[in-house]
């Protein structure tokens, strides 16, 4: 039952730029662009997740990896001209190897403070973003980056990406999957829960975070990567503490922790504010609001409540 | 030497700021164990509070100050008793993203009502510059070292010698004992949110005339008071102070010799250097304020 249900929905996914054209061919343009950026955000989110739900480190610096992985891409396709490929591919390595740099201060921090170093990473990111004008351009931004592509074969058209950005969450998703469910899954878990007990059944805290941390941090990178690739422009605004606002609402709506919670946020939360084309600063403060009700009243988030149902069910 | 010393009397202002804002996360911290993310939205507020107060009802300076401090105290107070007191008892996840969710509705919400115009605020005192030998300073920055050193002072002898203070600080030890003994936590915990919210508020009001007031400019101030209170021995307010004038020294000596773009980014570089050498800060590990 449930392998047919998984098959419905890839197959039903696989198939939606056909089916909005033969829906609402009128508005297929803008529906396949906010489906890219719906899977492209739910892929970030879990990556995210990976840290703030599985290992429990709330960290604030994935803005910034996400922009280091994307400023890699973008710098060194259009003005080292490197083919797409290996530049897209740098990306992720470079922001993981940054992840470990930067990890090894920040694990010196517990709890809140580790939250506020990452943040202050990611605020130093963004200055040096802003203001290393000669290499990053500056405010000027980052333009004419070139489409994904493998030699002379390019993705240039809508559904193409699209298919591109679902296979990039269904990758992640795999990996997301692969990694917290197994052996290290259960290791991540326990250095969550009490890591005192985890350090004590030669469970090393501080290696397992390490290693979400690097890992999450590549990830963002690689999106980071397709993101500027699809939108072609890279400005230092696009790291900003909104992201990480973004994020945390999408993991913490979804379920920290949870495969299904954390995509159904990230959907939730790309596509309903294009729906209701809501102002940005509108956004922040009923962002703002929701977060504060959600964390509160349900910290399980709609994870939760569906493991829930399906337990009492 | 002359521009050497503006910038030291510079610093001296930052730290003075950045100490107002950091002692009362310390003090926080020190009381009720939780990082209040929205810390640096009480600055914010006070200075929108001050400038509504001296600017459009026309309120004398000291009064203008004096109300937008009393006002931000209030807001403690309900800070305290709506958001607070809900997530007092929950985990650290839980406080942290419902301080910093508050964070985020109180910047968006000042740039729905107030734009995001930076608001100046110059007084008699700002535009007073005094010039000794040479040496040119606003006479507004004096008044903030003064301020700043009767504040502190002020905070000794309350935590030190009033009923209260010392209550805080036996809080800052011992949770439990204070219960069993029939300390009334939750009063001393909202007297804490209190202070520290009038604290921020009246560094608001003495440095808004040399700083404009803006929507998001708690976000940065809340990061370098972090700093501060990690560099200074996490929860130990004297520590926490003197960090904050190390890097308020630090940022204006780069603003003005290496590069006034990174300035921002100094607090953060000195927390990680401090870090690297001493994890448990310049003033040792002593939890307790």
Redesign the interface.
Known sequence: MRGVRWAVAALVLTAAPWIVGATVADQQRYILHVMIFTALFAALALSYDLVVGHV?S?SLAHPALFGIGAYTAALLATEARWPFALAFAAAPVTAGVVAFAIGV?MF??T???F???T???A??TQ??A??WVDFTRGPLCVTGIPKPGLGAWRIATLPAFYWLALATLALVALLYHGLTTFRLGRAFHAVRDDETLAASAAIHPLKYRMLAFAIGGALAGGIGALYVSYVGVLCPGDLG?GLS?NL?VMV?LGGAGSLRGVVLGAAAFTALPEALRMAP??R??I???L??VI??RW?EGIGGLLRRRAAAG | MLDFLEQIVHGLTLGSLYAMVAAGLALMFGVVRL?NFAHGEFYMLGGYAFWYAYRELGLPYPVAGLAATSLLGMFGWAYERT?IR??LA?T???????T??????????A??VFGTQPKEVPTLLSSTILEWAGLRIAAQRLLVLAAAVAVFAGLEWFVTRTKLGKAMRAMSQNREACAVVGIDVQQIALATFVISAGLAAGAAALVSPLFNIFPDVG??LT?KA??AV?VGG?GYVKGAIAASFLIGLTESLTAGYVSY??K??I???V??LV??VR?QGLFGRRIGI
């Open positions: 429990g709330l201060p010196r921090l709890e809140h403070s939250a506020m170093g943040l202050g990473f605020v130093v200055i040096v802003t203001n503490l606002v945390l913490f600063t509108w922040m403060v962002y703002g609001v977060l504060l964390v509160i910290p | 990082i958001v809900t997530i929950r650290w996840h839980v406080q942290l993203i419902a910093l969710a508050t964070s985020i509705t109180l910047t968006n919400g740039i729905l976000a940065l990061l972090f700093a990690i996490f773009a990174y921002d980014a607090a953060f570089i927390m990680v870090l690297l994890p």
